[in-house]
């Protein structure tokens, strides 16, 4: 399976933007699919997931009731909206999928196994 993340940007302080994460190839809807960014100079971090359904949410506490992950498994596609944004959001984001379908909700990044390219968010402040 590809992952192709995109929607990437540059946001002022406080605005809002849309990633988008549509995956090609050998694709199933039955995996949990998560967002994780990474900071110039800092690790790679864990920003949202949801199980397959959907039905199931998680997000880091950063970005918590600013941050909405969704997906649409007709499409094959996961979403991040981003509101509120903070200048230290700026970063890679990239999609990832579970290596499991035992995994109902992946939050760690060895916890999957495909990942996008990622996709530059830029928040100025």
């Known amino acids: 399976v590809q992952l192709q993340a995109s929607g990437g940007g540059l946001r002022q302080a406080g605005g809002s933007l849309g990633l988008s994460c549509a995956a090609s190839?050998?694709?199933?809807?039955?995996?949990?699919m998560g967002w994780f960014r990474q900071a110039p100079g800092k690790e790679r971090e864990f920003v949202a997931s949801?199980?397959?359904?959907?039905?199931?949410?998680y997000y880091a506490d950063s970005v918590k009731g600013r941050f909405t992950i969704s997906r649409d498994n007709a499409k094959s596609t996961v979403y991040l909206q981003m509101n509120s944004l903070k200048p230290d959001g700026t970063a890679v984001y990239y999609c990832?999928?579970?290596?499991?379908?035992?995994?109902?909700?992946?939050?760690?990044?060895?916890?999957?196994?495909?990942w996008g390219q990622g996709t530059q968010v830029t928040v100025s402040s």
């Open positions: 990832a999928k579970a290596k499991s379908r035992l995994s109902v909700l992946a939050v760690a990044a060895d916890m999957m196994g495909s």
């Open positions: 190839g050998r694709t199933s809807s039955a995996y949990s």
């Open positions: 949801i199980s397959w359904s959907g039905a199931v949410r």
